[in-house]
């Protein structure tokens, strides 16, 4: 049994929430799922997804500036925070364009939904922000995986996922991910830099919500534990 403390921050990614543009049975069940947990505040970061991807596809084919395609990326996932908060009773009705206004709303809402904020970074660091500035200590990271593996899971049948490991290992390990291109990346290097200077224990797993419940409930579930390996 592990218990987390009141408050959490989940960052869904895009892959998780995005269907034919989205998946809203999930977001529901979701919603649901966090209604009924223990947790006093919880800050939601979605990720633009397959919207994102394709808008970001096909302007870059025709030399859009980078940094207009982030801001366009920006706004996939703030439609995608905007369908999420339109689905979960008791979160903030308007997107936070900052953490810092983020922060803020979490004094008046128990759930506080937010997409990303400015080009350079994606909203899985978005999230390790909103943790750091608001002083919550858990992440969870809910991705295409089911945790950090020592290799491709999905071209390597032997590889392996850890239970637990610490922040100078994933960091090394996303490195590593990162130059091979591929979805596969369970973390952004940023938000793990974040994390480790912040002591935020990160939480990585897959979109399964009977495992994410274990998650939320301290019990034994499938994920990967990313911490300074002090005892839990
Ligand atoms: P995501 O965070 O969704 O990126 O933001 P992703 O890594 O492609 O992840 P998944 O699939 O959702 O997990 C989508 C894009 O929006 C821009 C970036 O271009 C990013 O790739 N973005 C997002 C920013 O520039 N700043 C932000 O704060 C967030």
Do not use: W
């Amino acid at each position: 049994m592990i218990e987390l403390n009141d408050s959490i921050v989940i960052s869904l990614g895009g892959s998780v929430i995005s269907g034919d543009p989205i998946d809203a049975d999930y977001m529901r069940d979701f919603a649901s799922l966090l209604e009924s947990s223990k947790y006093r505040r919880v800050g939601i970061v979605t990720g633009g997804g397959r919207t994102a991807r394709s808008y970001i596809s096909v302007l870059r084919k025709l030399n859009v500036n980078e940094n207009v395609l982030d801001e366009i990326g920006i706004y996939a996932t703030r439609m995608n925070a905007l369908s999420m908060a339109s689905l979960m009773p008791g979160s903030n009705p308007m997107i936070p364009f900052t953490v810092e206004e983020a922060v803020n709303l979490m004094n008046t809402y128990r759930f506080v939904i937010m997409g990303g904020t400015e080009p350079g970074h994606t909203t899985d660091t978005v999230a390790a922000l909103l943790c750091e500035r608001s002083g919550v200590k858990t992440l969870i990271n809910v991705t295409s995986v089911d945790g950090v593996y020592d290799m491709d899971p999905n071209k390597f049948a032997n590889a392996k996922r850890y239970e637990r490991i610490g922040y100078r290992e994933a960091i090394a390990l996303s490195t590593k991910s990162s130059t091979g291109a591929g979805p596969n990346v369970f973390m952004d290097i940023t938000a793990l830099t974040i994390a480790m200077r912040s002591r935020i224990r990160v939480i990585v797993t897959s979109r399964d919500l009977a495992n994410l419940e274990k998650i939320l409930n301290g019990d034994q579930a499938i994920s990967t534990f990313i911490d300074d390996g002090q005892k839990l």
